[in-house]
């Protein structure tokens, strides 16, 4: 006689001896969050030593790049802190001079993450007080590709910016958007001084490459833009 109920099979034992791809992935990014949390944990344990202080000049992303004088911020390096720019600074409101940073912003995802940036760093500026950023300059290769300008993208960034798989012009143009996945949103001048306006700062321009702020190896190929925290709320 037959039974009326079929046998179910086992269940296969889920194991993570040999993950696939994608769940190495996620737990590599698992892992980066975890690192990223203790070390930002360690950063504001820091701050915590600069309550009080005023008229800082502070530098966001800055990367192996450590200006003397300023309170460098990074979470990887050796910056003066540990900090994620995710978050909200752990510093006080009206307590900067001036906020710099160069090739970085364009690490940062829009709208949301730069909104979120631009709103902390107006709450720290005291009033008047100067955002100062720098990054890559998408009119320039945009417009070489539409043969309106003529100025050498393509062949710097062959030979020093980008890797040696952008082979076409079409390759260089992705790359520079893409940064293989690192860049999370392109600017002009005008995006830029946009985007600056509506965080609530006032007269955003360009301004000319800075030999005392910013670094030699970025003048070509920068956007650089300051605007100010109005002098009066």
Known sequence: MFSLFRKRKPKKKVTLEHPSPHVRAALK?????IMIFRRHQKGLAKAETLAGQ???KLHLGCGPVHKEGWLNVDLFGEPDLLLDLREPLPLADGSCQVIY???FFEHVDYPAGAQRILADCLRLLEPGGTFSVGVPDT?????????IRQEGYFTQAKQVWHPAWCQTELDHINYHFRQDGQHLYAYDCQTLCRVLAEAGFVSARRRPFDPSLDSTKRELGTLYVEANKPARE
């Open 54 to 56: 005023s008229h800082l």
């Open 29 to 33: 990014a698992v892992d980066r969050e």
């Open 101 to 103: 940073s160069e090739h």
């Open 139 to 147: 009119q320039w290769p945009l417009e070489e590709y539409a043969r």
